[in-house]
């Protein structure tokens, strides 16, 4: 019984170990694109002053901020469009993870129990063995 016990603690610890590998990846995966977009973001406003601070030019109403690879406002909508959708993807993928990993540890926890009071219900108690 007891090893019952320890088997299945053993395959449910294995799958929360590869399910936090999973987050951990999604999360780096996550960060990795937050400091490529600061640093694009810090790269466009000082273009920005260059270009609005130098001399002979004007300020223009409005400004966008274009990805270097698009040459169209379409093409840069479009862009933009996917990388939301991508990180909307992964935001709800890694809820979905967290709420399968919290599942995953209650079911576990609640067989556990289970199987304790299975096996204490088996052990005599002092009384029993007395008589």
């Known amino acids: 019984m007891l090893s019952e016990v320890q088997k299945l603690l053993g395959e449910r610890i294995g ?5 936090l590998k999973n987050l951990n990846e999604c999360k780096s995966t996550l960060e990795y694109d937050i400091k490529d977009k600061e ?3 810090r790269l466009d406003e000082h ?6 601070g130098s001399a002979g030019l004007q300020a223009v109403s409005q400004p966008s901020i274009y990805d270097g690879h698009t040459t169209t406002v ?3 909508e479009s862009f933009s469009q996917t990388n939301l959708e991508k990180s909307e993807i992964a935001r709800v993928m890694s809820c979905l993870q967290r709420e399968l990993n919290d599942f995953s540890i209650n079911k ?3 067989e556990l129990q289970k199987t304790v009071r ?3 219900s088996h052990v005599p ?5 007395a008589n």
Not at 15 to 19: E, I, V, W, Y
Not at 47 to 52: E, F, R, S
């Open 39 to 41: 640093e694009c973001l």
């Open 15 to 19: 799958d929360t170990d590869q399910r």
């Open 74 to 76: 379409d093409k840069h």
């Open 108 to 110: 576990s926890n609640d």
């Open 47 to 52: 273009c920005y002053k260059l270009n609005n």
């Open 125 to 129: 108690t002092q009384t029993e063995g």
């Open 118 to 120: 299975v096996s204490w």
